[in-house]
């Protein structure tokens, strides 16, 4: 999986930058109270999908941050936590 970003290319978009996700502290703590009970991994998935959208798409765990890439004016956006955005992006620009 060698995605080290070329900034433009044909198929790859055009990298716009990496953001925190944009969730509210409500949300994120009903979350947090979520995944910390003890309802079933089927509930725990719906709610992270209503909250976050969906996963890191490296490891799979909860995603803090957000890439968005440009793809003739559409823009895609990738999930990741914390410690596989570093891994993918560095710490740069934050
Ligand atoms: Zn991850």
Redesign the pocket.
């Known amino acids: 999986m060698a995605s080290v970003f070329t900034t433009e290319g044909e198929g790859l978009g055009k990298f716009l930058g990496v953001k925190p996700i944009n969730a509210s502290e409500e949300d994120l703590e009903s979350l947090k109270k979520v995944l910390d009970s003890k309802v079933s991994d089927c509930v725990k998935t719906l709610k992270i999908k209503r909250v976050l959208g969906s996963w890191?798409i490296?490891?799979g765990?909860i995603p803090t941050q957000i890439a968005s890439y440009d793809y003739n004016g559409a823009t895609k956006i990738e999930r990741?936590?914390d410690?596989?955005v570093e891994k993918q992006f560095g710490r740069s620009e934050q």
């Open positions: 890191c490296v490891c765990s990741y936590c410690s596989c």
